[in-house]
């Protein structure tokens, strides 16, 4: 039998209001493909385990959520979406995913491959190339610049943390919205905490 994680619940409860019902679509198809799944919040978001490894995840963010696979290439070749951090886009509805019948055949997929114990590969063109830079919203880098401290926290931190912070601020669509997500991030970033910090796992 899987597993149901509390903390998913807690996610999705405080998910935008058109962000929940999405999020509860994908676990109920996740859980229905592959019964044996394990939740866990890694990352500051949920993540789906499988045979000893993460099989796919999902999360959410103002104005979209994502959704994606752990050997994405290897699961969905060129099917695949760059645009989000999943792999479908940004999606804004359930209307904007795949038919459940097209998931659950992406699901079990993946679940062959990690029952394989497949690890996820990168294509020969790219296995020398440098990531892209991370896009800093201008607000973040002028008030990082004025805090050397705070700037060498956040320099520390994991790519995916940095890229959390800086989707939330850039995500924001009025300037005081912005300005008050600013404030809050330098704050947390001082503190050597992710923007999802709530969420992550702890060791015990």
Same mark, same amino acid.
């Given at each position: 039998?899987?597993t149901r994680?509390?903390?998913? *619940?807690?996610?999705?409860g405080?998910? +935008?209001? !058109? #962000?929940?019902?999405?999020? $509860? @679509?994908?676990r109920?198809?996740? @859980?229905a +493909? =592959?019964?044996?799944v394990?939740e866990?919040? %890694?990352w500051g978001?949920?993540? !789906?385990?499988y ?5 796919c995840?999902m999360?959410? !963010?103002?104005?979209h =959520?994502?959704?994606? !696979?752990?050997l994405?290439?290897?699961v969905?070749g060129? *099917?695949?979406?760059d645009? #989000?951090?999943?792999q479908f886009g940004?999606?804004?509805s ?5 038919? &459940?019948?097209?998931?659950?055949r992406?699901i079990?997929?993946?679940m062959?491959l990690n029952e394989?114990?497949? &690890? ?5 063109a790219?296995?020398?190339? &440098?990531?892209a $830079?991370?896009v800093?919203?201008p607000e973040l +880098? &002028?008030a990082? #610049? ?8 956040f320099d $520390?931190?994991?790519p995916? @943390?940095?890229?959390?912070y =800086?989707?939330?601020?850039a995500d ?5 919205t912005?300005e008050?997500?600013?404030? %809050? $991030?330098i704050e ?8 999802n910090w ?6 015990s």
């Open positions: 039998m899987g994680d509390p903390r998913f *619940d807690v996610y999705i405080k998910s +935008a209001e !058109f #962000a929940q019902p999405i999020l $509860a @679509h994908i109920e198809v996740v @859980h +493909a =592959c019964p044996d394990e866990t919040i %890694k978001f949920p993540n !789906f385990s045979s000893g490894g993460i099989l995840s999360a959410s !963010f103002k104005a =959520c994502s959704f994606g !696979f752990w994405a290439r290897e969905l060129d *099917d695949m979406s645009e #989000a951090m999943g940004r999606v804004s359930i209307k904007e995913l795949p038919s &459940k019948a097209v998931l659950t992406y079990k997929k993946a062959k394989a114990g497949v &690890k996820a590969s990168r294509p020969a790219q296995a020398g190339a &440098k990531r $830079a991370l800093v919203p +880098a &002028k990082l #610049a004025r805090q050397p401290a705070v700037k060498k926290q $520390a931190m994991s995916s @943390h940095r890229r959390e =800086c989707e939330w601020i924001a669509k009025k300037p005081e912005r008050r997500r600013l404030l %809050k $991030a947390q970033i001082a503190e050597g905490k992710s923007q709530k969420y992550e796992t702890r060791s």
